[in-house]
């Protein structure tokens, strides 16, 4: 599995209800993604839910690198070049993957980094975040709950997808879903083992 995330910030006068109408038109063609667990076409905008700015982010969680690679390769990649230019994409290794209720609407999505202490136990470290997970999991609004390494800064990032509406966090990013393809959710999803 491997999560990957690229957002583009927008200028603050774009309309931003574009953003909401592109998520959704283009977010049914990935409902049936091959090696997809989910794809998140979400939004921050400005001034709402802690928001400095606009942008337009996609997150998602394969279930397997080549279909991740696929994608960055072919064609379902060229309208996010051709409409923002070749995004940084950043990448996750997915250390606790637990779903809650896949079948509720997808409102909102959390991103919450910490840094991993150079000290720190790994295998400890994924053991309490797969416990973590599966409390999270627990909550009625908890559609989904993915853990990751970024093994290149040594950060840890923990996303939660929710069926509440977005509000704004007192830690780490909170966007609005406009279209949730979940694929992988609905077929039963692996869990990364802790």
Request: glycine content about 8%; charged content about 25%.
């Amino acid at each position: 599995m491997l999560i990957k995330q690229y957002e583009h910030r927008l200028p603050s006068d774009y309309d931003i209800a574009q953003i909401r109408l592109r998520g959704r038109s283009r977010g049914v063609v990935w409902d049936d993604a091959q090696g997809l667990a989910f794809k998140a076409f979400a939004l921050r905008e400005r001034g709402l839910n802690g928001a400095p700015h606009h942008a337009y982010t996609s997150i998602y969680l394969w279930l397997s690198e080549n279909a991740a690679a696929d994608f960055v390769t072919g064609p379902r990649f060229k309208p996010v070049i051709e409409s923002f230019g070749r995004p940084e994409i950043r990448t996750w290794l997915p250390i606790a993957v637990q779903p809650g209720d896949v079948n509720r609407t997808a409102l909102s999505i959390y991103r919450e980094e910490l840094p991993i202490d150079e000290a720190a136990d790994l295998t400890a470290l994924r053991h309490a975040e797969t416990a973590r997970s599966a409390d999270l999991a627990k909550r009625p609004d908890t559609i989904v709950s993915v853990v990751g390494i970024d093994v290149s800064a040594w950060q840890l990032a923990r996303f939660t997808v929710s069926a509440a509406p977005l509000r704004e966090p007192e830690t780490g990013i909170g966007y609005e879903i406009a279209y949730l393809a979940s694929p992988g959710l609905k077929q039963g999803l692996p869990r990364a083992a802790g």
